[in-house]
């Protein structure tokens, strides 16, 4: 199985027994089950799985009352499977398809035999179909397919070769040029491949990508059935035309969303609904623009104006039918593959806990992505060509004396470099930009005593 980060979030799961579910949300065909059930495998002694796709019965254990002892009873019963209080792992899959299971979780945590694990690749889409949410009972962890040093593991880079590159984002150094080299090549792979886990092992596996790309377009084709199959009659055309838009759209120059290139009458507050859905779905990526690239950004987000970027980049290139693969494997990022590259980066910063925002005015230009790390906010512009020092609104906005950023950072194909207030990056350091983790712990008392 290739070695996915949220394992380590399922772990601390596990060892904090903080009387939750765990309901992982996410799209489709990015190995939420696969994890879930080497997880159970290797850190249960005993692990079940009820999927209610492939089992439509299964939804008959939760019809009746949703107490603990009345399911706990027909879930033996159905399984056949010896389920040992304290060290059973029950994984319900696709629960979207039983939303009963998510009213009924409270009162099987409240009895505490076992743990247990939800997955759904569609829970955004059909909330109303839940009578009762567990709320206080389950904890949400989204899942995104694989970032780019998920995808170097997978291709077999040693961690003393990360562990370099890591001192060299944070001392600002460059990096040797055959490893530069090296892994420019293998963020180009990446642009092709993306972070679909079938996907990117039958890359590894076989190295040919008119395999990925089959891959990629079966992925495509089954996001278009969900489509059919989940999304109310009023819905299916707007929601399927603007998936299959988006490549389309992202080409434009200002990569913004234009709804009258689907209809000419089209109004966003008709289409909202649609690009919920699709974001819900965990399919499409917005990123809303801002009046203020000041913290804090929600405060000053516009709804109505936004990019729409794909899940996974990999699905981005296999959804372009100009064979543009080849070209891109050859480093040939230019500007007209720079949506791709906007793309890849949209991925990664979601998957590393970022808000996606941009700003765009007439006065200063774009800012490809404006992002907030605690109260402080940072710029993010991404350069596909060779005029990579060219960034007008950057500039501009650093001139303005109200505006304040703690970093304004640059992604190219260039090595590392700092020039003044801006810092250059090559485009794989993108693994190394994160957003703060949240304290583990955030202790706070305040001293009475001075109180008569």
């Avoid at 990508?209 to 079966?218: T, Y």
Wanted: proline residues 3%; glycine residues 6%.
């Amino acid at each position: 199985m290739l070695k996915r980060k949220v394992y380590e979030d399922l772990l601390k799961w596990k060892k904090e027994a903080n009387g939750k579910a765990l309901c992982i949300i996410g799209a489709r065909q990015i190995g939420k089950t696969t994890l879930i059930r080497e997880f159970g495998k290797n850190e249960y002694e005993y692990f079940a799985e009820l999927n209610f796709v492939t089992d439509e019965r299964a939804a008959d254990i939760f019809n009746g009352k949703l107490t603990a002892e009345a399911v706990i009873t027909n879930l033996t019963a159905y399984l056949q499977t010896p389920l040992e209080p304290g060290k059973t792992l029950i994984l319900f899959d696709e629960v979207q398809e039983c939303p009963r299971v998510r009213s009924a979780i409270k009162f099987l945590v409240e009895d505490g035999r076992f743990d247990y694990i939800e997955s759904g690749s569609l829970l955004g889409v059909r909330y109303k179909d839940v009578t009762s949410y567990p709320v206080g009972f389950e904890q949400i962890l989204p899942m995104y397919p694989l970032d780019f040093e998920e995808y170097l593991w997978a291709n077999g880079i040693q961690n003393h070769t990360l562990q370099y590159l890591k001192s060299c984002y944070d001392k600002k150094e460059k990096v040797s040029e055959t490893v530069h080299e090296t892994l420019c090549k293998l963020f180009y792979s990446y642009l092709v491949v993306g972070g679909m886990p079938e996907t990117v092992q039958i890359y590894v596996d076989t190295h040919d990508i008119a395999k990925v790309v089959l891959n990629q377009r079966s992925i495509l084709d089954l996001y278009r059935l969900d489509i059919a199959k989940y999304a109310t009659e009023n819905e299916k055309i707007k929601i399927k035309a603007i998936f299959d838009s988006i490549p389309a759209q992202l080409n434009e120059k200002n990569r913004r969303f234009k709804l009258n290139s689907i209809n000419a009458s089209a109004r966003h507050i008709r289409y909202e609904d649609s690009f919920n859905w699709l974001a819900d779905a965990g399919v499409a990526l917005p990123c809303y623009n801002v009046t203020e690239p000041q913290a804090p950004l929600q405060l000053s987000e516009k709804r109505n104006l936004f990019k729409l970027y794909m899940n996974d980049v990999g699905l981005l290139c296999a959804s372009c039918m100009e064979n543009i693969q080849f070209d891109l494997l050859m480093g040939n990022v230019d500007v007209n593959m720079g949506s791709i590259l906007e793309n890849a980066f949209a991925q990664n910063l979601k998957s590393n806990g970022f808000e996606l925002h941009y700003y765009d005015s007439k006065k200063i230009g774009e800012l490809d992505f404006v992002l907030q790390k605690g109260l402080h906010t940072e710029l993010v512009e991404i350069k596909s060509g060779n005029d990579f020092k060219k960034h007008l609104a950057m500039d501009h906005a650093m001139k303005v004396e109200q505006w304040k950023f703690e970093k304004n950072i640059v992604f190219s194909k260039s090595n590392v470099e700092e020039d003044g207030e801006i810092l250059y990056l090559p485009w794989y350091m993108i693994l190394f930009y994160k957003q703060e983790r949240e304290p583990e712990k955030m202790i706070y008392e305040i001293d009475l005593s001075g109180l008569v």
